[in-house]
């Protein structure tokens, strides 16, 4: 019996050796694979190179998000059909870079107020990431904000909660003239001042550009639609190909 549990020791120690020189060996192979591996890959690990090939054929597309009222949604009375510039802008920005995707969100009638304090903070969390914001709020506080500074405030915080949620750029559309800012001088002097005022904010901003509206109103003007505060489907045309060298200028595509 002594015999026979000596003979098992002995086994065992006999085990525990080849696996101690097994994992030697093992350990050997796998540095000197290593170093095999490394000089073909210039110093880079396995687990590197795999991200950086999917980071080089799995690349998220570009995508630009265009915020605001009635005119990012492209109401033009009397007719039912809503005319978004955001598709003009993305038809445009695909001619250099196919991918890209150029999504909107717009409501009539909606102040900068309102879409600050309401919803632009799940607007931007339901389409992200997103690379480049474009801006277009302010006009109708213009007959329901009587101090422009306000209105200054609001749009300027819509900026700022965006690059909050990770957008890397945005864009600042000048609010539009207008038939009733024709009629409404006040309306006229705050419109021009919260445009000097994002206009100066894009300026010692990094992440901001500012963009003067591309036309002004006419009565009857192919670009307006028939009760001068809305754009015809020509007038969002020209709007969304307008903004297309400058958001290129800033994806750099």
């Given amino acids: ?22 994992a030697f ?26 991200a950086m090939s999917t980071s080089q054929t799995k690349k998220s597309p570009l995508r630009v998000f265009c915020y605001g009222d009635s005119l990012t949604a492209g ?5 039912f059909q809503v005319f978004p510039y955001a ?23 909606w102040t900068a107020d309102d879409l600050l304090r309401t919803d632009a903070p799940e607007a931007i969390k339901a389409v992200a990431p997103v690379q480049v914001a ?19 405030e609001n749009v300027i915080g819509l900026h700022r909660l965006f690059y909050a949620q990770g957008v890397s750029h945005t864009v600042a559309i000048g609010i539009p003239s ?8 006040e309306a006229a002097q705050k419109a021009q001042a919260v445009n000097d005022a994002l206009a100066q904010y894009c300026q010692s901003e990094s992440k901001a ?10 009565q009857g003007d192919d670009n307006w639609s028939p009760d ?26």
């Fill in 1 to 22: 019996l002594k015999h026979n549990v000596s003979l098992s020791m002995r086994e065992r120690t006999a085990y525990l050796i080849f696996l101690g020189v097994f």
């Fill in 25 to 50: 060996l093992m350990i050997i192979f796998d540095r000197i694979g290593a170093r095999g591996i490394s000089k073909r890959s210039g110093g880079r690990s396995v687990a590197q190179q795999a």
């Fill in 178 to 185: 207008s038939g009733y800012q024709s009629m409404v001088p």
């Fill in 75 to 79: 109401t033009s009375p009397p007719e």
């Fill in 134 to 152: 474009v801006i277009l709020a302010g006009t109708n506080d213009l007959g329901q904000t009587p101090d422009p500074s306000l209105i200054i």
């Fill in 228 to 253: 001068g505060l809305h754009f015809s489907q020509r007038g969002y045309q020209i709007l969304g190909e307008s903004l297309a060298p400058v958001v290129q200028k800033i994806l750099k595509i």
């Fill in 209 to 218: 550009t500012y963009v003067p509206f591309p036309f002004g109103f006419g």
């Fill in 87 to 109: 598709l003009h802008l993305e038809r445009a920005l695909r001619q250099f870079n196919p991918t890209i995707s150029v999504r909107h969100r717009g409501l009539p009638g």
